[in-house]
């Protein structure tokens, strides 16, 4: 197929706007977290965003979309980028590279909840690289790039498990190698800048649309339809997620925006396989099943942070399933169990469930044995002063 | 000019306590617990006699010379200067440097703005 002026186009713009859901992300933790944190939680998305830049061109790309190796991983005929260019199938495999780039920088950003307020920046560093080569670019792999779920038949549109359960399970395991915050549980650590946090939300709700609609990888009809199922279930999310949080207390404009996240999440593996009126349906659950499983981690007295596991982990736990439900193919070819073909939601079962497993296990591995080398936390003084002034010497402190 | 016989009139304190940000609740909770609504509440910058803490960076120190506190502002009646400030004290307490400390000085003259007392 030559290459399309059209898709070329719209894929460009739609890289552009997946790479500002990553600084995104730095907003929305960064308003959650106390104000000493706020520079190092925008900042480690930055950071996350340009480590995986580079890992993404030298190794990363060909351990995601190399030839084949035993369903588990590409193999290194990409290395360096070799063979990557400017010719391809509809358009160039080069912007195919760099739109998964945006892809993988903007999990990894989403993996620091579980460690706000109190990971080493060098630390970071050195675990993202890891945590990018071992945990995303394999799942990337058995998705997209011809491994063992990509064969299965497993469908995941736009990254619901590669993404979200991803660094949500991840997010999770991390938490635990890390330890609760210093005081937590005993002192308030509400979040100290909700506005801040709407505004990541806006840029991650924005940034979205080509998230969903650019997996289509072609301007096309289907890129419309996971645009459009894509605003719905943010919309139902929202509303579910307020109505839920209104019936304790008030309607929380955090509970609002997380209700949001909660429906882009559920939606990002459904989205080029459900329809309108099941995108409400897929939303509206996700806002109610993340606010459960955040009040679960609470009551636990688990300290991952900023809920990545409530929301991005459940919400792709549950967007996965919904996809083996939902899915008609009418609209991208398969159909799911209300179609009459259970067998798909098996498939989504497994699927998510493996990558659930291995993206704990491999993260809680790769966590410890950081830890042991390099240590992953600050000192206790160090985070009671803050990200912000220890690792960065900066401050939003007057 | 002060009228000197106001100081025996008023028999009023002024509670000043520079405390942890964190222990605010905890300190709001207990006096509220004891009865002691009125307060004053703002958020200061300070050090003490140990000048901030430091910390070690890459090798280098890195000073942090004035931290972020909490002052509770409030005036009582002289016999509730002591309930007040022991509850302070063992609610705002860690044991480390840093805790803060408690002043208490005399009122000379209180005046309602909505009412004429």
């Not at chain 1, 509400?190 to 650019?214: D, S």
């Not at chain 2, 400390?101 to 005046?111: A, D, G, N, R």
Request: charged share 15%.
């Amino acid at each position: 197929m030559p290459i399309s002026a059209g898709d070329t186009a719209f894929i460009i713009i739609c890289t552009a706007l997946v790479m500002l859901m990553t600084p995104g992300v730095g907003l929305f933790y960064g308003g959650m977290v106390r104000r000493k944190n706020l520079i190092s939680m925008i900042a480690m998305s930055f950071v996350s965003f340009a480590i995986v830049s580079i890992q993404w061109v030298t190794v990363g790309y060909t351990l995601s979309f190399g030839s084949d190796i035993a369903g588990f991983i590409g193999g290194l005929d990409h290395l360096f980028l070799n063979g990557v260019g400017m010719d391809g199938d509809g358009i160039p495999d080069m912007l195919f590279m760099v739109f998964q780039l945006a892809f993988a920088g903007v999990t990894l950003a989403i993996l620091t909840s579980g460690v706000a307020g109190r990971i080493k920046l060098s630390s970071f560093m050195v675990l993202g690289v890891l945590w990018t080569t071992l945990v995303y670019d394999p799942l990337a792999h058995w998705a997209w790039g011809g491994g063992w779920a990509h064969s299965l038949g497993a469908l995941d549109f736009a990254g619901g498990t590669v993404v979200h359960i991803s660094s949500g399970f991840g997010a999770l395991a991390l938490a635990l190698v890390i330890g609760n915050r210093v005081g937590f549980g005993k002192y308030s650590m509400e979040a100290e800048n909700v506005p801040i946090t709407l505004l990541g939300g806006a840029m991650l709700w924005f940034g979205w649309f080509a998230f969903n609609a650019g997996s289509a990888l072609a301007a096309d009809g289907l890129a419309v339809n996971a645009l459009v199922v894509t605003n719905i279930s943010a919309a139902s999310g929202a509303i579910t997620w307020m109505l839920a949080s209104w019936i304790k207390g008030k309607p929380s404009s955090l509970g609002l925006i997380s209700g949001a996240v909660a429906g882009l999440v559920a939606i990002t593996p459904g989205s080029g396989f459900v329809g309108p009126m099941a995108a409400i349906f897929i939303g509206g659950s996700a806002g109610l099943l993340c606010y459960s499983a955040l009040l679960f981690r609470v009551r636990k007295g688990l300290d991952e942070s900023l809920d990545a596991w409530a929301v991005h982990g459940v919400g792709g736990f549950w967007g996965a399933i919904a996809t083996g439900i939902f899915a008609t193919a009418a609209i991208g070819g398969v159909n799911g169990l209300l179609y009459g073909n259970p067998g798909q939601f098996v498939i989504q079962l497994v699927d998510a469930s493996v990558a659930a497993i291995y993206a704990f296990g491999m993260t809680y591995i790769l966590a410890k044995l950081v830890d042991k080398i390099m240590g992953l936390r600050v000192t206790e003084e160090e985070e009671y002063v803050g990200l912000d002034i220890s690792q960065h010497g900066e401050s939003t402190i007057a | 000019m002060v009228n000197p016989q106001l100081h025996e009139v008023t028999k009023m304190k002024q509670v000043t306590a520079i405390i942890r940000p964190e222990k605010l609740e905890e300190v709001k909770t207990a006096l509220e617990d004891r009865g002691y609504f009125p307060m004053t509440i703002s958020e200061v910058k300070g050090r003490g006699a140990q000048k901030g803490i430091c910390i070690q960076y890459r090798g280098s120190q890195i000073k942090v010379d004035t931290i972020p506190k909490v002052e509770i502002y409030m005036v009582v009646n002289d016999e509730d200067v002591r309930p007040i400030t022991d509850t302070i004290r063992k609610s705002a307490r860690t044991g480390k440097f840093g805790d803060g400390k408690i002043f208490v000085s005399p009122i000379e003259e209180v005046i309602g703005i909505r009412t004429d007392e």
